[in-house]
């Protein structure tokens, strides 16, 4: 899955379209309101908020640019194309590390998704590719910075079910 295209669920689609939406809308008056209430307060190459809003501009314009990018590169996965059985994006993974035998459950989700707090890892983290395609039964070895990770896929299932 590395051929440039950001694979997501429908809902990780639509909340990025909601961000980039609000930050054109609403993100960008404010900024632009506060532009321009700064620039009346004198001199704007001495004017710190002038600066501090030029700047809130920039970040602001660079987001939008990014989100614009990753929508445009995304890809919405219908979970009935993928393969059953198999560790794949949307799909829950029940590992157990062979060196400690702790089991630990991760969704695997694209970027955009990721949350480790939540257990959701990115497919294209080492550990996410490191299991994508494998299944259930199946010894995977991980390299990842620190070394290499042994885990055993104990179970695979889809959202919800």
Do not use: C, W
């Amino acid at each position: 899955m590395d051929d440039g295209l950001i694979y997501m669920s429908k809902e990780a689609y639509d909340k990025l379209q909601e961000q980039l939406t609000e930050l054109k809308t609403v993100k960008r008056k404010e900024i632009s309101i506060q532009l321009h209430e700064t620039r009346e307060h004198g001199d704007i190459g001495e004017n710190a908020e002038y600066e501090a809003a030029n700047e809130l501009k920039t970040f602001n314009e660079m987001r939008i640019r990014e989100l614009e990018d990753k929508l445009s590169r995304s890809r919405i996965v219908n979970e009935g194309e993928l393969p059953q059985g198999k560790a794949v994006l949307g799909t829950t993974v029940r590992i157990r590390d062979l060196d400690t035998k702790e089991e630990i459950d991760y969704t695997l989700v694209s970027e955009v998704e990721a949350d480790i707090a939540q257990d959701k890892i990115s497919v294209s983290s080492p550990v996410g590719k490191g299991l994508l395609g494998h299944a259930e039964g199946e010894k995977v070895e991980i390299k990842v910075p620190k070394g290499i990770l042994k885990y055993e896929i104990l179970k695979i299932s889809r959202a919800g079910k």
